[in-house]
Nanobody, 121 residues
Framework: QVQLVESGGGLVQAGGSLRLSCAASGRTFSSYAMGWFRQAPGKEREFVAAISRSGLSTYYADSVKGRFTISRAHAKSTVYLQMNSLKPEDTAVYYC??????????????WGQGTQVTVSS
């Protein structure tokens, strides 16, 4: 089982940037595809971005494409989410997740505790 700890959330003005980090421990980091999800108040959790085990393939929700970038650093067992041009609608708790199988949403079975991102208008 992998343990995931997110950091980097906070309060930012619209148009600003934040970088989220997710440190993994417990198993070989390269064994997992990694993803970011978010949940806004009163809404269901939604997919944001995912990256393959190798880091060569990435996928994004349409709502963040061109603004967010997911990356991973194997030497640090860490996955990042660089968020630029933030909008108030990006406000949510952001969760890091890991999958030992595919990058299909249902395969992400390990989750972090979440980090709050608030974008003010």
């Amino acid at each position: 089982q992998v343990q995931l700890v997110e950091s980097g959330g906070g309060l930012v003005q619209a148009g600003g940037s934040l970088r989220l980090s997710c440190a993994a421990s417990g198993r070989t980091f390269s064994s997992y595809a990694m993803g970011w999800f978010r949940q806004a108040p009163g809404k269901e959790r939604e997919f944001v971005a995912a990256i393959s085990r190798s880091g060569l393939s990435t996928y994004y929700a349409d709502s963040v494409k061109g603004r967010f970038t997911i990356s991973r650093a194997h030497a640090k067992s860490t996955v990042y989410l660089q968020m630029n041009s933030l909008k108030p609608e990006d406000t949510a708790v952001y969760y890091c997740a890991a999958s030992v199988a595919t990058m299909v949403v249902a395969d992400f079975g390990s989750w972090g505790q979440g980090t709050q991102v608030t974008v003010s208008s």
